[in-house]
């Protein structure tokens, strides 16, 4: 993950975004993504890697608001590590009980800082802290992008944790233990 974003992406991409990855549905919590960055106070554009049904919806809405929007659609894996890689924080705002997700994943094994919403595996994936911030609402949502892009010591702090936690994912350390609760089994 880290050898391919080290090479810039090939879409264009602001100096400095938010970065949301994932389809423009309700169940992801699309709906909340202009509201949480204009609720954030955090002046920086919103990139999203991703389709939906909401898409133009969030036009309006991001213009209404004076919330800088970039619709990029989908794009390839590396592209979205790329991105990923370069970008202030992930909004993860979700609203469906997530079991795991690969965009978290992702982050965590790039560094990336996340505000999340508290849904499924979100909390067990990122830790307490350790990845991102996890909110119970879409206020505190907002309140930790705010967080994420005004405070450099808790995002150099997140930063190191991720990458830190990323390992607990790594098949090294999975794959032993998905051999032991076969063996038990049998």
Not at 49 to 64: D, I, P, Q, R, V
Not at 122 to 147: C, K, M
Request: charged fraction near 25%; aromatic fraction near 4%.
């Amino acid at each position: 993950v880290g050898e391919i974003a080290r090479t810039p992406p090939a879409l264009p991409l602001p100096q400095r975004f938010l970065l949301f990855v994932g389809k423009l549905e309700e169940n992801k919590g699309a709906r909340l993504l202009v509201p949480a960055v204009k609720a954030s106070g955090v002046a920086l554009p919103l990139v999203v890697l991703g389709e939906g049904s909401l898409a133009h919806a969030m036009k309006f809405e991001a213009a209404a608001a004076g919330v800088e929007l970039h619709l990029r659609g989908w794009t390839h894996r590396e592209d979205v590590l790329r991105a990923m890689a370069r970008a202030e924080a992930l909004v993860f705002p979700s609203l469906w009980p997530e079991p795991l997700s690969r965009v978290l994943l992702e982050a965590l094994a790039l560094g990336t800082p996340v505000a999340a919403m508290d849904t499924g595996g979100t909390r067990e994936i990122l830790g307490e802290e350790q990845g991102g911030l996890v909110a119970r609402d879409p206020a505190g949502l907002a309140e930790a992008l705010g967080r994420l892009c005004g405070d450099l010591s808790l995002r150099a702090r997140l930063t190191e944790a991720a990458h830190e936690r990323a390992k607990a994912f790594s098949p090294e350390v999975l794959i032993p233990r998905y051999e032991a609760v076969y063996r038990s089994l049998l």
